[in-house]
C-alpha cells in the first residue's frame, strides 16, 4: 500500500502564488505516474497536471504556462507550483498515484492512490 499526503494549501490573494507538496509512504517502489486534481465545491474532480516517473509533463489548458509540476523521487515527494491563482481555482487540491504505469494520465480512474487533500483558496 501507498500512503500519500498533501501540504501546502492555504489562503492566497488572487494573482498570488502556492507551492503544493505530495509526500509518498510505504510501497513507494510501486508509485510511477503522479499526477494532482481538485474538485471545486460542487462540481466533479477534474484533472490539473501529471509526471510520469522520468519527467513527461502534461498540463490541464487551463493552467499551462502558470502552474510547474515537478518531482523529487529520492524524497518520493510531488510538487506543485501555482502561480497567478484565480478565485475559480480555489478547491480541495488532490494527488494521485498510478501504480504500474509509469506514463502521466489525465483520468482520475486511472489511477489507484489518492492523498486526502489540501484546500486552496485565492481570494478575490
Known amino acids: 500500500q501507498v500512503q500519500l499526503v498533501e501540504s501546502g494549501g492555504g489562503l492566497v490573494q488572487a494573482g498570488g502564488s502556492l507551492r503544493l507538496s505530495c509526500t509518498a509512504s510505504?510501497?513507494?517502489?510501486?508509485?510511477?505516474?503522479m499526477g494532482w486534481f481538485r474538485q471545486p465545491v460542487g462540481r466533479e474532480r477534474e484533472y490539473v497536471a501529471a509526471?510520469?516517473?522520468?519527467?513527461?509533463?502534461t498540463y490541464a489548458d487551463s493552467v499551462k504556462g502558470r502552474f510547474t509540476i515537478s518531482r523529487d523521487n529520492a524524497k518520493n515527494t510531488l510538487y506543485l507550483q501555482m502561480n497567478s491563482l484565480k478565485p475559480e481555482e480555489s478547491s480541495v487540491y488532490y494527488c494521485?498515484?498510478?501504480?504500474?504505469?509509469?506514463?502521466?494520465?489525465?483520468?482520475?480512474?486511472?489511477?489507484?492512490?489518492w492523498g486526502q487533500g489540501t484546500q486552496v483558496t485565492a481570494s478575490s
Open positions: 510505504g510501497r513507494t517502489d510501486s508509485t510511477n505516474a
Open positions: 509526471i510520469g516517473r522520468l519527467g513527461i509533463r
Open positions: 494521485a498515484a498510478r501504480r504500474s504505469n509509469s506514463w502521466p494520465s489525465s483520468r482520475a480512474d486511472e489511477y489507484d492512490y
